[in-house]
């Protein structure tokens, strides 16, 4: 059943918070699912052995996908460019070690569809030889020049969004009060932000120093739920260590306390308005693991070619693994040795993860966590009616009535939607979790807005058809008015010659036969060049199925019928 | 007698001013076209095919205004577009005539023109009531595909039969959740939930 959230509302929201940390607030809603961390929580990284055939997808972050810069053939090193950004809300994508590039083809995405998009196959030569590591003086460099660097590093929000790093920073660059540093890490399962913060704290602190230097901002919160006292000791000691004024902010263990609006919310009390990003209100919100890469990229000159995903769930051996960026899913799964019962995974933690129907999708940038499933880890909750008790409402973190959008997405009523604001549901499963008719009503959500945002494309498209054939028919009365027009001169003009001619013929009859010889010699080839189109405009109309049979014929017929009407009028 | 006579005159003079008002209003504030047409094409989805027997579907919209068609006579628009319809005029749904397996919309097709084989005729780009089709006499032409509806008007002009029509693959930018499966194996089809 629904767990209510602790406390109330401590401060009304819009109002300033105190410049220092000094409490926290509450979001409404939330649960308390069962964490499963303690599986793989005390599992240290250890690095992942390489694949025979790594796939990285060229489309690794929100915004346009990566054009291809290496060609089937080549041999690439570890850290080499292989797709360039092509947008400024693009990142640009490497290669994770060194070898030979088999193919630049679509293939599986690690996507509930299993659909497959561009991507380039790499054979490792397993001698992994890096490409010339520099550091960045980012110091001596303006922002702008900074965010290229971040651009050209590949670096994408680790958190799941892969939003490009640089759009936020640039997007921030000006009145940051509040920069945030997220290691909450809220769902279930999931460790890999635990175990970084945990193993490299250092890193990860000197990573939170440079995007502290680029955005000056007044207050840096490093955001840690209060059931990672390892990671909280770790980052505190690491902050200390570097003498910077960062505070650790040690937060209720809650779900989802680590969504972006609702950790925004428990730290400063401030409440994002719909349609509003946290830059509006002077905040901006950062992964550790983000900021760990940010370091590794400007301080050691490595591009974004590695994460680390937490396998879990269903397996023997649970743990936090180091991992190349296109190695497959199902060989890293392997390396947990998953149990026999296991008959799915899922990317992602169990609430906001998405099941993947193939094993050979690789692990992308925002691959987090993979969870063996299991008949006994994920028992079946067949759907029932719903028996309005509103616990759905009281769990929901958004303050929204997911009953009503259940009702009306399920009576495919999707304009109705927007009222009771389907767009603001963040599908967290805080509704489905606790629902005890075991509605799926996430499902219900994300098939509603995948409606709307399909038919207000359709809808764009059918105003453009609209738009250009209401245009063609105009021009079609215009083109047909002007011709009218022509013709009604051509006529009176030729008239009044033929009445001149006439005149002049009955003025000097003998003397002008000559003349008027020629005039007709003149004109009778052209009539007859007129009558033999108009028949060929004829017989294009009466045979369009005889046409068929002859290839050359179509060729004049249809020319004279094109050329048609201008030549064939006057004639008619 | 008097007050009898009085509230007789006062209505008519009454009358006589709110019809004038009401007269001129009709004349200086004349709706020009057809607002129920108008409205009714907003619905419709802009193939411009021709399937419903009219020669586009502003034409479609204003016989359905003017109560000679049926509002389920477009394919392309599938059961969704004639509920859309019934829902505006207040008049009862009625399943799509004709269209895709179990009255659903068409499966949205693109034409596509094989080059190799066309000859220039022009004679499919005076059938695409759109213009998304490009070329000039004896040159290939071709078809741009984000203009085009999937009318099928282009295909029975061609000489050389040289047009096809293509479905749009899915990609992973337009693919969307599927409905949740109910334990009777069917996605609940919408109407009244409860």
């Known amino acids: ?572 | 007698m008097t007050g009898f006579l009085a509230a007789i005159l006062v209505m008519s003079v009454g009358a006589l001013l709110l019809g004038a008002a009401l007269g001129y209003a009709a004349i200086r504030f004349k709706v020009e076209g057809d607002p129920l047409s108008e409205q009714i094409n907003a619905f419709l989805p802009q193939t411009q095919c021709g399937q419903c027997g009219y020669p586009g579907c502003k034409p479609y919209a204003e016989a359905i205004a003017r109560g000679e068609a049926a509002i389920n006579l477009c394919p392309p628009g599938g059961d969704d577009g004639v509920r859309k319809i019934a829902d505006f005029l207040g008049r009862e749904f009625v399943p799509i005539q004709g269209g895709g397996e179990g009255g659903g919309p068409k499966p949205k097709v693109v034409a596509l023109i094989r080059e190799d084989r066309c000859i220039g005729c022009t004679l499919c780009i005076q059938a695409c009531p759109v213009d998304a089709i490009v070329g000039a006499a004896r040159q290939m032409h071709t078809v741009m595909t984000s203009l085009c509806t999937g009318c099928e008007l282009c295909v029975k002009p061609c000489p050389v039969d040289c047009i096809d029509l293509n479905s749009v693959p899915e990609t992973l930018t337009d693919w969307k959740w599927p409905c949740p499966v109910l334990a009777d194996g069917n996605c609940p089809a919408g109407g009244n939930p409860f």
């Open chain 1, 1 to 572: 059943m629904a767990l209510p959230g602790p406390g109330g509302r401590q401060l009304p929201c819009g109002r300033k918070p105190f410049l220092m940390l000094s409490r926290l607030f509450s979001f409404q809603g939330g649960i308390h699912p069962d964490s499963h961390k303690q599986e793989s929580r005390d599992a240290p990284i250890r690095q992942a052995p390489l694949p025979e055939r790594l796939t990285i997808p060229l489309a690794q972050s929100a915004g346009k996908t990566a054009r291809p810069v290496v060609a089937v053939g080549d041999k690439v090193l570890k850290g080499e460019r292989i797709g360039a950004a092509d947008d400024w809300i693009s990142a640009s994508v490497h290669a994770s070690t060194s070898g030979r590039v088999l193919d630049i083809a679509p293939c599986p995405m690690p996507h509930p569809s299993g659909l497959a998009a561009l991507s380039v196959v790499i054979e490792p030569d397993g001698e992994e030889r890096w490409i010339e590591r520099e550091p960045v003086a980012y110091e001596k460099l303006s922002p702008e020049e900074v965010f290229r660097c971040l651009q050209e590093f590949g670096i994408v929000g680790l958190g799941g969004a892969v939003f490009p790093s640089h759009v936020k920073l640039k997007a921030a660059l000006r009145a940051t009060e509040d920069l945030i540093l997220n290691g909450a890490e809220c769902e279930p399962f999931i460790t890999c932000d635990d175990r970084l913060m945990q193993e490299r704290a250092g890193e990860i602190v000197s990573g939170i120093g440079i995007l502290a230097d680029l955005l000056q901002p007044r207050r840096v919160l490093i955001a840690i739920e209060e059931n990672k006292p390892e990671a909280i000791r770790a980052m505190r000691d690491a902050v200390q260590a570097a003498d910077k004024g960062f505070r650790v902010a040690v937060i209720p263990t809650i779900y989802p306390t680590g969504s972006l609006k609702q950790l925004i919310r428990v730290l400063t009390g401030r409440e994002i308005p719909a349609r509003q990003l946290p830059t509006d209100l002077g905040v901006q919100c950062f992964n550790i693991a983000t900021a760990f890469s940010i370091w590794r990229a400007l301080h050691h000159g490595e591009p974004l070619i590695r994460r680390v995903v937490t396998l879990t769930g269903n397996v023997a051996r649970p743990g936090n693994w180091e991992t190349a960026i296109g190695t497959p899913i199902g060989e890293l799964l392997a390396l947990a040795e998953p149990r026999d019962d296991t008959d799915g995974i899922i990317m992602g933690g169990p609430m906001m993860g998405t099941p993947l129907p193939e094993q050979k999708a690789p692990i992308i940038k925002a691959s987090n966590c993979l969870i063996a499933r299991s008949p006994a880890l994920f028992p079946p909750r067949p759907e029932m009616p719903c028996i309005r008790c509103g616990s759905c409402a009281r769990a929901c973190p958004q303050e929204l009535q997911p009953y009503e959008l259940y009702w009306w997405s399920r009576a495919r009523q999707f304009e109705r939607l927007a009222d009771y604001h389907l767009q603001d549901c963040i599908e967290c499963g805080c509704c489905a979790y606790v629902c005890p008719a075991n509605i799926p009503l996430v499902q219900y959500f994300r098939f509603a807005k995948g409606e709307i945002r399909v038919r207000a494309r359709e809808e764009k498209n059918a105003e453009q058809a609209r738009e250009r054939f209401e245009f063609r028919q105009f021009r079609e009365a215009r083109e047909k008015a002007e011709k009218a027009e022509k013709l009604a001169k051509a006529a009176a003009a030729q008239a009044a010659k033929l009445a001149e001619a006439r005149e002049k013929a009955e003025k000097t009859a003998p003397d002008a036969a000559p003349a008027s010889a020629t005039t007709t010699t003149a004109a009778s080839p052209e009539e007859a060049g007129k009558a033999a189109v108009a028949a060929a405009v004829a017989r294009a109309h009466a045979e369009p199925v005889a046409q068929e049979t002859s290839p050359a014929a179509p060729t004049q017929e249809t020319e004279a019928r094109v050329s048609g009407p201008e030549k064939a009028a006057p004639a008619s």
